[in-house]
């Protein structure tokens, strides 16, 4: 297929799932985490630079590894993408880079070195806020504050966490807003706060249900989004409350 058509393709479903959502194309961009500008290059007929495939793949493999615990497996495909001489620089390789700066604090803080975490976490942050991307910033404050829950400092974990809320008081971006939302949540459990914690439950729900009603029934990507264990936990807690806090929601 020639990389006009793989274009072609791409900019068609793309116009479908903004058709299919009811947005804006400004409001399908914030949801999405995407400036713009960079919605505009995507549906441009005049445009057929993509994201390179492999770039995509490795992140994609990174979070399949992080979600088997092997986590060697999992820093090596987020490193690969932050490494110009595997990645070559592309159109919109900040976006990816960050992704996979975002992959690599998971990593460290599930495997328990949260020193590294916190390395990772605070370059993250800087990035995401040299951005006006508020899909970034609202995942870049929600990462401090999960490391902030396994350094025990519940006091950062809250300034952390009202950073970004404070992001999604500006801007709807369902896809940070359930994360953000289910971390708020496990700090209330901690503090025993039952009353906020289900409102914080209840929003990041409603949130991953906006997400998988935007696909299409019968769209793979929206029974793999609903299987992923973060998402089952929030969903399977709505009768009944779990009041242990998790060890690191993805």
């Known amino acids: ?60 493999a990174g979070y399949a590894e992080l979600e088997r615990e092997n986590y060697d497996q999992a820093s090596e495909y987020f490193r690969q993408v932050g490494d110009p001489l595997i990645t070559p620089k592309f159109f919109q390789h900040w976006f990816w880079r960050m992704t996979a700066q975002l992959g690599l604090s998971q990593v460290w803080l599930e495997s328990g070195d949260v020193v590294k975490a916190q390395s990772e976490a605070e370059a993250f942050l800087e990035s995401a806020l040299s951005t006006a991307n508020p899909y970034l910033q609202a995942l870049a404050w929600e990462m401090k504050s999960r490391i902030a829950i396994a350094e025990q400092d519940w006091n950062g974990a809250h300034k952390y966490v009202n950073q970004a809320l404070e992001v999604l008081e500006e801007f709807e971006v369902p896809v940070a807003a359930w994360r953000v939302h289910a971390t708020a949540c496990d700090l209330y459990l901690h503090a025993k706060d039952d009353k906020a914690a289900e409102t914080h439950r209840a929003c990041a729900e409603a949130h991953i249900l906006a997400i998988a009603n935007s696909f299409a029934p019968d769209e793979p990507l929206r029974q793999s989004f609903l299987a992923a264990a973060p998402v089952r936990r929030i969903l399977s807690n709505r009768k009944t409350r779990n009041t242990s806090l998790a060890p690191g929601l993805r």
């Open 1 to 60: 297929m020639q990389k006009r058509d793989t274009s072609d393709i791409f900019r068609q479903r793309l116009l479908a799932l903004i058709e299919r959502s009811g947005l804006s194309r400004s409001q399908f961009a914030t949801r999405a985490g995407l400036d713009r500008s960079t919605l505009s290059q995507l549906l441009s007929d005049v445009n057929v630079r993509l994201p390179r495939t492999e770039t995509i793949a490795r992140i994609a």
